[in-house]
């Protein structure tokens, strides 16, 4: 079973632009949570996902930030007219059901605004 | 709002000491608490998950202890190897939100 995957592992994107982050769940897992790691602080939770449904966006800035969860294909976490300070490690978790077990986490994706 | 603290943020031990990692946090009602490890550039690798009704969890070498009502774990890693040198990460859980704390960053010396 591949655990959570995410790509690219590494972006890289000059200030304007959009930057996509994809993540791809766990087998059997509907439930996705995304989180941002700036530098030198803790993993901040920004929103969470089931299939077609953003349950809680709460910790997602209100401008140029949107996250979807089809019915088919990856969660994108979409970052619009980036800005240096969105310069950060994006991670993805997902688990099978709502605060049952652990949520397993992908490798990151690195985003660097230049 | 949940504050998680973790005190060390770094610490530098010889290769066969104990360590112990302190985590706090302010709102005792949470659903459980986990310690993750990350290593440089990589993801989280969960450790030990304690649910609320628990005291503690083993495995291997670590030990993690939960005090809900003082709002405190403790993370014991026995006889510390190069191979530990990581940093450790404290979240605990409401609803469906990990609050995570800084971290400790660990270096075992060999």
């Known amino acids: 079973n591949a655990g959570v995957m995410q790509n690219p592992r590494h972006l890289v994107r000059r200030r304007g632009q959009e930057a996509r982050l994809r993540c791809s769940p766990m087998k059997g897992h509907s439930h996705v949570y995304w989180y941002r790691q700036l530098p030198e602080e803790g993993l901040k939770f920004m929103v969470y996902?089931?299939?077609?449904?953003?349950?809680?966006e709460s910790g997602m800035p209100k401008e140029r930030f949107s996250a979807e969860f089809p019915k088919e294909g990856p969660s994108i976490l979409r970052i619009q007219q980036v800005v240096r300070g969105d310069s950060a490690a994006y991670f993805c978790?997902?688990?099978?059901?709502?605060?049952?077990?652990?949520?397993?986490f992908g490798p990151g994706t690195r985003l660097l605004v230049l | 709002k949940q504050e998680v603290t973790q005190i060390p943020a770094a610490l530098s031990v010889p290769e066969g000491e104990n360590l112990v990692l302190n985590c706090s946090f302010t709102?005792?009602?949470?659903?459980?608490l986990q310690w993750f490890r990350q290593d440089p550039g990589k993801g989280l690798t969960s450790l030990l998950l304690i649910q609320s009704s628990q005291r503690e969890q083993t495995s291997g070498r670590l030990n993690a202890s939960l005090d809900k009502s003082s709002g405190r774990s403790t993370l014991y890693i026995a006889a510390s190897q190069p191979g530990d040198s990581a940093t450790y990460l404290c979240?605990?859980?409401?609803?469906?939100?990990?609050?995570f704390g800084a971290g400790t960053t660990v270096t075992v010396r060999a």
């Open positions: 709102d005792s009602a949470i659903y459980n």
């Open positions: 979240a605990v859980e409401i609803d469906y939100k990990l609050s």
């Open positions: 996902l089931q299939k077609e449904n953003i349950i809680d």
């Open positions: 978790a997902s688990s099978p059901v709502e605060g049952v077990e652990t949520q397993y």
